[in-house]
Structures are given as structure tokens and as C-alpha cells.
């Protein structure tokens, strides 16, 4: 009996949601056409029963190759370190191999906005819309944080390092049903990060959300970080609530408003 398209539907729903979500081969494998396995025989001492010499002319499968080691982290500080610029750094990013978020995604999403800013935002992961479009910030959440550091006189578009924005994430791939990234792959990504940060050479930072602090901090807990100044890279570093989670709870906008206050001030104040 043919299940229904809704019923259908919500059976690979749930496949998903339990992590069936890409197939492990190219093609599909027809179990029935597979060779027949050797029998094992059953009792004390069992071993597998004689097996079939294979058809005459046959030649032997070659022996297994060990593939070699790598070190993705490794292999990320070796890539970042040979960057120049960050045209030279974002092909790094879209050549590297070694993280698995890039699989499943259409875009490397590397920045926006003015490199020579002052500010730099660090934000957490490429959403859907971002994917599509190959920039950070594009969807909800990011015509948030426009409205939101406009207030202050900020702008991505602003051509004055003084009034403008620069924006990038912790990681460079949108993450399978936008989950937060594992700290693996925000470790194998930070080399990258602290290079972007090196080049761009801002005055600032503002880390946006708990994956952002996760990579450049070390430590989570956004509630508990937000609006406290620190230091990474050298630098001067204010976490603030993610624009996403602030839609989802528009109340912790008074706080997300008094942290843009204290960013104003560090900035007129010569940071």
C-alpha cells in the first residue's frame, strides 16, 4: 500500500531530523544484483567456508592505500598565513577542502560592507538567504542589524572608514537546516577569521551571538558576555545578542540598545 504525499512528507521529515540527510554514494546500490557473501559455518572454532576462486583472467584486487593524515587546522593556519590581502584570503576560503560545511552549501559567504571600517562585525553562521546571495547579513536578521547600528550612524554602504561597517561570520558555509556550527568546524575556521581580522585591520570588534564568542573567546554564554568589553586579536571586543535572537525576543532589544550606546561612545572616544 502507497503511503499518502503528506504522510510521505513527514516520514522524510523525520529521517532529517534523526540526520538521514544526504546519501552516503553517488548511485543507488540493487542489493539483489549483489554477489552472494560466503556462508560462515556455526559452532566451535566457526570460520568462513571455503571461498570461490575467481573467474579465470581475473586480476587480484589491489591491496588497500593508507590515505595520508592531514591536519585540517593545520592545513587552515598554512592557507591563512599565505594571504596578502583578502582577495587573496577569500580564494583561500573557497579553495579550502577541509571543512564539511562547504559540501552542503551553494556559496562561500566571506563579507561585506567596507573593508577599511573602524567596525568589524563577526557574526555566526550564513543563513538561507545568505547562501543564495553570497554575503552575510542579507535575510531578517540582517536588515535588523542595518536598522540597528544606523542608529548609531553606522552603515555597511558608508564609503568614511568612521561611519562604516564591515561584516564577515565564524564560519563561511550555511550550516545543513541552519544549526548553530560544531566547535570543530568553527576551530577549522578560525585561522581564517584571525587572518581576516589581521588584514582588515579594524579599530574594533563586535562579536554577534554565542558561535562568534564560541571561536574568538573561547567561551559562551551570551547573556552572560553581552555588553561587557574584552580583548582578542589584540583588539578591543563587544559581544552583543545576534539580530535573529532578538527577533525571536524582541525584549532583549533594550539591552541590544544600550550595547550600541556603549559601541558609540568607544568610538568617540578614540578606541
Known sequence: MTADPHTNLALLAWQIELGADEA??????????????????IGPGAQPATERPPPAGTAPAPAPQALPQVDPVAEARRAAGQARDLAGLEAAIAAFPHCDLKLGARNTVFADGNPAARVMVIGEAPGKEEDIRGKPFVGRAGQLLDRMFAAIGLSRDAELPESALYITNIVNWRPPQNRDPKPEEIAVMLPFVEA???????????????SACQGVLGRRGITRLRGTWTEAFGLPVLPMFHPAFLLRNPAAKR?????????????????
Open 196 to 210: 581576516h581580522v589581521r588584514l582588515a585591520a579594524p579599530d574594533l570588534l563586535v562579536l554577534m551571538g554565542n
Open 24 to 41: 552516503m554514494l553517488d548511485e543507488p546500490v540493487d542489493c539483489f544484483t549483489l554477489p552472494k557473501r560466503t556462508p560462515w559455518r
Open 255 to 271: 539591552e541590544a540598545w544600550a550595547d550600541l550606546l556603549s559601541l558609540k561612545a568607544r568610538l568617540g572616544g578614540g578606541a
